[in-house]
Structures are given as structure tokens and as C-alpha cells.
């Protein structure tokens, strides 16, 4: 079985940063795309932003320049530095992974438990 396990959210005034990370642990093949989505109340979930394997990066126009994604391969990890945050990122903030736990099966999607960002102004 695989496992997303995410920290780092909290609670922060706006303008501050925070850092959020996430590690896939079991058994894993092959770990392709990861990404960070997020969920506020009453509101879709919407991806904020994803990074391959080979470290291409995309973001959510609203979080250009102010959130940096990037991943350590070797220890299965995916972080998300969040930075000059505003109350309009208040949100559930989820881990993705793309993963297939063997040559023989297809890659499919895994999710974090989520963990909650809150913003203050």
C-alpha cells in the first residue's frame, strides 16, 4: 500500500510564509507527477500547483510568484514553499502523487489526508 503523508500547515497573519511537505511511503514502483491542490469552504478543489519527475513546474496564476514547489526524488518528498500568503489562500491543502507500485500496473493517482492553512488579516 501507498501513503501520503503531509505537515505544515497552520496558522499564519497575512504576509507570512509557510512550508508545507509531503512523503510517499510503500511500495512504489515509480512516482511520476506530484502536486499540491487545495480545497476551501464551500469551493471546488483546484490544483495550485505540480511538479514532474524530472522537475518541470506549474502553477495557478493566483500563487505565481509568491509558492515555490520542488521535490527531493530520494526521499519520495514534495514541499510547498508558501510565501507573502493572503487570506484568500485560507484553504485544505492536499498532497497528489501519481504512483505505480509496479512495472506490471498502470500509475494512479494517491492523496494526503490534508492538512489545514489558515490565514489572517
Known amino acids: 500500500q501507498v501513503q501520503l503523508v503531509e505537515s505544515g500547515g497552520g496558522l499564519v497573519q497575512a504576509g507570512g510564509s509557510l512550508r508545507l511537505s509531503c512523503a510517499a511511503s510503500?511500495?512504489?514502483?515509480?512516482?511520476?507527477?506530484m502536486g499540491w491542490y487545495r480545497q476551501a469552504p464551500g469551493k471546488q478543489r483546484e490544483s495550485v500547483a505540480r511538479?514532474?519527475?524530472?522537475?518541470?513546474?506549474n502553477y495557478i496564476d493566483s500563487v505565481k510568484g509568491r509558492f515555490i514547489i520542488s521535490r527531493d526524488n530520494a526521499k519520495n518528498t514534495v514541499y510547498l514553499q508558501m510565501n507573502s500568503l493572503r487570506p484568500e489562500d485560507t484553504a485544505a491543502y492536499y498532497c497528489?502523487?501519481?504512483?505505480?507500485?509496479?512495472?506490471?500496473?498502470?500509475?494512479?493517482?494517491?492523496w494526503g489526508q490534508g492538512t489545514q492553512v489558515a490565514v489572517s488579516s
Open positions: 511538479i514532474t519527475s524530472g522537475g518541470t513546474t
Open positions: 510503500g511500495r512504489i514502483f515509480r512516482l511520476n507527477d
Open positions: 497528489n502523487a501519481r504512483i505505480a507500485q509496479s512495472p506490471l500496473v498502470a500509475a494512479r493517482d494517491y
